[in-house]
C-alpha cells in the first residue's frame, strides 16, 4: 500500500480518499507557500508522496489556478531538469477593517504580494448602522472590482471590526466604540457578493495579531500580544503559534482590563478600563487644545492627521504633549505587566499610534513592565513597534482567506479558467 494511502479502510473508502485527496492538496501548497518554487520530483521527496500522486495534485491545482509552472529548474545532479510549481498570483482575497475614524483595505495575492494597500478617513459615528453597512459594500465591491482589474480573481473577503464579534456566524455581538450591537456583517455582505465569495468578519486586533505572526516585525514569534493603538484599545494573543479565542471567541478585550477604579467613564459603560489611559482619543486630551480638534476636523477625521498635529506639537517643544506620551507610556507598562503576567508573551506588538510613537512610548512602558511582572522571566518580554500602521487588520483579513484555502482548496470554487502559461 502506498504512503499517501495508507490507512484507507473499504467501509468508508470514497469518503476517505476524498478527505485524503484534500489533505495532500493542501499538503502540496503548503510545502510549495513554505518552500518556494520546486519541481513536482522535489515536492514529491520531501512529503513522501508519490510522484503520480503529485503529478495529479498539481494538475488540480492549476486546474484551480492556485498553482503555476515556472522557467526548468535544475536541481544541480544528472538527469532530466523538471519545471518547477509556484503558487500563482492569479487569485487572491482582500481584507477591510472599518474603525471610528477610519476604513482601511488590503488586497493581495496567494503568493503574498501586495496588490491593494489604502486607508481612508471615515466617520464610523455619524450615522446609523445601515449607513455603515452600505458604505462597507460600496467600498467592498470596488476593492474586489480593483483586484479583477488587476489580473487576480478574489475568492474571498474579510472584515474586520473593533469589539467583540462572533467569527462563526460573522455578527458583531457588540462594539461599543461604534454603537453597534448584534449586527450580521457577514449575512448582509453575502446577499449583494453571492455564494461565490467567502465572508468572513472578525476582530480587528486578532487578525491584525495573525498579520504580524505571519510577516511582521514579530513572524516566526509564537508567543505574542498585538495592541492596536486606536481610539479603543484592542489585542490579539497568540500563545503556541495559534490565536487565543476563548470560550466563547471573545478573548482579547484588553482594552477593558479595569486599571483604575476611580478612573473615567469608558466607551463600554464601565470606569477606569485600560482604553481610558492609553487610547488615541486620551492621547489627544492629554495634550491639551487642538490636538484632538483642528480646524479640519469634521472634513479629516483619519488618525493620522490628529497625529501629525501632536507629533509637530512634539518637535515644537510643547511640554503638554510632551507629558501627555510620557504618561501614556507610563500606562502600557502598567497594562502591559498584566498581560506578561496572564500569558507570558514573548513580544508585545504596538500597532495604530502607539507604533507611530514608539521612540517615547517604548523606554516608559518598559520599566513599567519590568517593575511589575512577577516572574524574572517574563521580564523578558519586550515591546516592538509594527510596520504595519493602522492596515494591519485589514492585512490579517486577507491572509485568513489564502489561509483558509490553503488549508481546505477544495473548500473555494474553481477559479474562472484560463490558459495557465509559464511565467
Known sequence: MSRDRAGVGSAAEPTDQLAMRRANLSRTLRYIRANGPRSRAAIAAATGLHKTTVSSLVDELSTRRLVRE???????????????????????????????????????????????????????????????LADLTDVARRSLAELTRRGVTPIGLTVGIPGLVDAARGVVVLAPNLGWHDVPVAARLARTFGPKLWIGVDNDANLAALAEHAGGVAAGTDDLVYLTGEVGVGGGVI??????????????EIGHLLVDPGGDRCGCGRVGCWETKVGLAELLRRAGPGAADG???????????????????????DQAAVTALAEIGRWLGHGGAVLVNLFNPRVIVLGGYFAEFADRLIPAAQAGLA?????????????????????????????????????????????????????
Open 70 to 132: 515556472t522557467d526548468l529548474e535544475y536541481s544541480g545532479s544528472a538527469g532530466r531538469p523538471g519545471r518547477g510549481v509556484s503558487l500563482s498570483p492569479d487569485v487572491g482575497a482582500i481584507g477591510i477593517e472599518i474603525n471610528v475614524d477610519y476604513l482601511a483595505v488590503h488586497g493581495t495575492d496567494l503568493t503574498g504580494r501586495t496588490v491593494i494597500q489604502k486607508r481612508v478617513g471615515y466617520d464610523a459615528t455619524r450615522g446609523d448602522v445601515e449607513r455603515c
Open 239 to 252: 500563545l503556541g503559534g495559534r490565536l487565543l479565542r476563548g470560550a466563547d471567541g471573545f478573548s482579547g
Open 295 to 317: 480646524p479640519d476636523r469634521d472634513s479629516m477625521p483619519d488618525p493620522h492627521h490628529r497625529i501629525r498635529q501632536v507629533a509637530r506639537r512634539i518637535a515644537a517643544g
Open 371 to 423: 517593575g511589575l511582572t512577577v516572574a524574572s522571566t517574563a521580564r523578558r518580554c519586550h515591546f516592538v513597534a509594527s510596520h504595519f500602521g493602522f492596515t494591519a487588520a485589514a492585512r490579517g483579513g486577507a491572509g485568513v482567506v489564502l489561509d483558509r484555502m490553503i488549508e481546505d482548496p477544495t473548500g473555494f470554487p474553481l477559479a474562472e479558467s484560463r490558459p495557465l502559461a509559464a511565467v
